[in-house]
């Protein structure tokens, strides 16, 4: 199973997009066993600190897939790369 961290925060209409393009992405690899795990920052002031001008943040392990602006084309490509190791 490949684990997503989805960093956002509520009330975000980027954030909203973001997941939006995540589940577009995904259902194109029905195949394909993918959790996303959502993050929202606004309940930790570390998290806050460190991605608050940046959410939405999508991640894999410590590797950034993207921020701010998500494209499901980039997410689509970077989960069929990885699950084709």
Request: proline letters at 1%.
């Amino acid at each position: 199973m490949l684990k997503l961290d989805y960093y956002m925060r509520e009330r975000c209409g980027l954030c909203d997009e973001g997941l939006l393009q995540i589940k577009v992405a995904l259902s194109e690899l029905r195949e394909m066993d993918v959790r996303i795990n959502k993050i929202d920052i606004d309940h930790d002031d570390a998290l806050q600190e460190e991605y608050m001008v940046r959410v939405p943040v999508l991640k894999h392990d410590s590797e950034v897939i993207q921020e701010g602006i998500l494209d499901f084309v980039q997410i689509y490509d970077y989960i069929k790369a990885i699950k084709g190791k």
